[in-house]
Every structure is written in structure tokens, then in C-alpha cells.
């Protein structure tokens, strides 16, 4: 294995100790230690491994593009429906570069190029690159779920299902989205035992019992220094003893005029 793994630069692969695609016994097809000691295991607990799409290096590249080397084989067709949907494939089917190359591999550590670029030089490894076709989805007119809404919280919209989006709020965006699920709480709380009703009047009273209570939990309070919870009591005027005026000093003598002579 190579000591470091990393997306942002090229790795150091040993590909003799690489990588193989295996159907677990639910049908998801992953990647695993294509030792021979560590594949007899699993095929013991009902796996089957996909010999025919060959090995490929444990770089930390693969972990976000996990199936690329499946696809450069030809094996796109090996994950089911569901797979392909929970992957958001059927959203957005990922590149297939066409340098035929795996990363890690001696002499290409990493692909290279980029699509946009203005001639092949510089596309590189994905001059010419087409999206990837999965036949488990032609001829479906039905079942495939259409694409999540966007999050209400930060407008991004790429994500793959509704499941994708609710773990992103509730990871990027919980303490939001605790907040609103306390308003609709108390909102609830308030119809039920009948302190308000529906009409329009009674929206401007949820809206102020809703604002009360959440400034009381202290949601939406600007963060700085609290108040002491235990402040020392002010002293009393009347309590405390009256310091005397200082008496004034008397005023100097005159000094004597000039050419005047004492007696």
C-alpha cells in the first residue's frame, strides 16, 4: 500500500496489491483486497468476484470515483437499478476517460487534462470522453425517482436522492433546520391545546409566541459575553458612611509692599 493517499496529488501505488470488483450476496457490486487469502473468504459468504474486469491500485483517487475502472472495462452494466440510482448516475452518468490507463499505474500517477480544454494536448486523458450508457435505465419510463428540490437552506442542487438531501441538512445545515422543526413543534403544541386557531388574525400571535420562545432558548441570539448570572449586588448609598467635606486651608498673608520698612 502506498503511505499516502490523496486526491490532491499523484500517489504512489503498488498495483500487486491492488483492487477487485465482487457482487456482495445483496447484489451491490463493491471493491475489495484482491489477495487470494482475503477473495476465498468472501466467497465463502456468498460473494462473486468479477474476474473479467481485471485489477486496479488502491488510490485514494478511486474512493471518489469508485467505479471508474468498471466503466473503462466495459462493466457498467454489472450494477443494479438501484445501485445506479442511489449513485445518482441516472442523474448525472460520470466521464469515462479515454486514456485507457487506471491512476496509479507506472508512468500515469495521475489522469490528466482537462475537458474544457482547447485541443487535445491539453484535454489530455479526457480528449474525446463520452458519459457513461447504463443499460438498466433505457426503456424505464417509470420508477426512476426524478431529481431531489435544491436545499431550501443553501440552493445547491446536486444531489442524487431525497436521502442524499436530508443527511446534508441535517450534517451542513442542523442547527437551521432544528430551529424550524422546533417552530413547527411549539406551532403544533399551540393548536393543540387550543391557545390559538387558524385565520389570519392568529397568524401575527403564532408568529410572536414562536419568536418569544425561540429568543428564550436563545436561538437567534448574537453571540458576545452573557450577563453574569450571579452579579455582585450594587452597594446601598444609605448604608455606607458619610465622608466628611474637608475643611478649607486659610488664606496666605499678603506679602509687604515694596521700600516699606517694618517696625
Known amino acids: 500500500m502506498a503511505e499516502v493517499l490523496t486526491t490532491d496529488a499523484p500517489n504512489s501505488v503498488i498495483v500487486d496489491q491492488g483492487l477487485l470488483y465482487l ?7 463493491v471493491f475489495a483486497d484482491a489477495q487470494d487469502n482475503e477473495i476465498m473468504k468472501k466467497v465463502r459468504r456468498g460473494w462473486t468476484p468479477l474476474f473479467e474486469y481485471g485489477q486496479f491500485g488502491s488510490s485514494a483517487y478511486y474512493m471518489d470515483h469508485p ?4 466503466f473503462q472495462a466495459g462493466g457498467a452494466r454489472e450494477l443494479s437499478l438501484e445501485q445506479v440510482v442511489s449513485m445518482g448516475y441516472h442523474l448525472r452518468p ?11 499505474t507506472e508512468g500515469h500517477v495521475t ?7 482547447r485541443n487535445a494536448r491539453e484535454r489530455g486523458c479526457w480528449n474525446g470522453a463520452q458519459t457513461v450508457r447504463f443499460p438498466q435505465l433505457e426503456g424505464l419510463d417509470k420508477g426512476v425517482p426524478p431529481a431531489p428540490d435544491e436545499c431550501e437552506y443553501c440552493g445547491r442542487d446536486d444531489f442524487a436522492t431525497e436521502q442524499a438531501l436530508h443527511q446534508h441538512q441535517g450534517v451542513m445545515h442542523a442547527d437551521r433546520r432544528q430551529q424550524v422543526e422546533l417552530g413547527d413543534a411549539i ?5 393543540r391545546t387550543g391557545v390559538i386557531s387558524g385565520g389570519a388574525q392568529d397568524a401575527t400571535a403564532i408568529a410572536a409566541a414562536v419568536a418569544a420562545t425561540l429568543q428564550a432558548l436563545g436561538y437567534g441570539r ?18 455606607q458612611p458619610e465622608i466628611p467635606s474637608p475643611e478649607p486651608l486659610p488664606e496666605p498673608e499678603p506679602a509687604p509692599a515694596s521700600g516699606r520698612r517694618r517696625s
Do not use: F, W
Open 111 to 117: 489522469h490528466v487534462g482537462q475537458l474544457g480544454g
Open 187 to 191: 406551532v403544533s403544541g399551540l393548536q
Open 23 to 29: 457482487r456482495n450476496p445483496s447484489g451491490e457490486v
Open 94 to 104: 460520470p466521464l469515462v476517460p479515454t486514456c485507457d490507463k487506471h491512476v496509479g
Open 222 to 239: 448574537a453571540p458576545g459575553p452573557q450577563p453574569d448570572p450571579n452579579p455582585e449586588p450594587e452597594p446601598d448609598d444609605e448604608d
Open 67 to 70: 467505479y471508474e475502472p468498471l
